[in-house]
């Protein structure tokens, strides 16, 4: 795993790493040692979470995003929330897209499934796990995935688990059918 930003963290040493859970239990949880941690079938893995680089894409996915009429109709793009998957799965997608109704659910206390996220993957992601991650939130409902790789610039759009699409530079990058209206380049995403 990753070491975040001003910290020497070794994530294979997390206190709870491992740890069995029910996902009732875990959703009352909070983690004493400084961890962030996903729910995989009922076992703690602990995450890295969004690092401080990651700030400008997400600012250019928000800035992006307020020009939709998703956004006028109360949708939200969400960082690092709760996302209950299947079973005893609970992911924190670096961003998720929930429209108005979905986080009126939410907010009454019902688990929703966001029907666009986006994961920010470094080279020290493991592959099996980013496979696997893709895999639960298309079997969840998800219905676009962007997984943004910052040091190459590219993106890979998912749209079910073995249909992507591979963009860089000018590409245009798409959020349907989740957010139809909301596309943006590869080059504006990245844009300091």
């Known amino acids: 795993m990753e070491t975040p930003i001003g910290t020497n963290r070794d994530y294979g040493t997390a206190k709870y790493a491992g740890v069995r859970m029910e996902l009732a239990d875990f959703l009352q949880w909070e983690s004493d040692d400084g961890y962030i941690y996903e729910l995989d079938?009922?076992?703690l893995e602990p995450t890295t979470g969004m690092r401080q680089e990651?700030?400008?894409?997400?600012?250019?996915?928000t800035r992006r995003f307020q020009r939709t009429s998703a956004y006028e109709q109360e949708g939200e793009l969400v960082g690092e929330m709760d996302v209950v998957l299947l079973n005893d799965q609970l992911r924190r997608p670096d961003v998720a897209y929930?429209?108005?109704?979905?986080?009126?659910?939410?907010?009454?206390?019902?688990?929703t499934v966001p029907g666009f996220v986006v994961e920010f993957g470094s080279v020290t992601d493991n592959e099996l796990t980013s496979v696997?991650?893709?895999?639960e939130y298309f079997d969840a409902g998800v219905q676009v995935v962007?997984?943004?790789?910052?040091?190459?610039?590219?993106?890979?759009?998912?749209?079910?688990?073995?249909?992507?699409?591979?963009?860089?530079?000018?590409?245009?990058?798409s959020a349907t059918p989740a957010l139809t209206e909301f596309q943006m380049t590869v080059n504006e995403l990245f844009k300091r």
Not at 54 to 61: D, H, R, W
Not at 98 to 111: D, L, N, P, R
Not at 132 to 135: E, I, L, N, P, S
Not at 153 to 170: L, N
Request: glycine content about 6%; overall charge neutral; charged content about 20%.
């Open 132 to 135: 696997k991650k893709r895999h």
């Open 98 to 111: 929930y429209t108005g109704e979905q986080i009126q659910s939410i907010s009454a206390g019902t688990t």
């Open 54 to 61: 990651e700030i400008l894409m997400l600012k250019q996915l």
């Open 41 to 43: 079938n009922g076992v």
């Open 146 to 173: 962007w997984w943004v790789f910052p040091l190459y610039k590219e993106v890979y759009v998912y749209t079910s688990p073995k249909t992507v699409t591979i963009c860089t530079d000018d590409d245009i990058l």
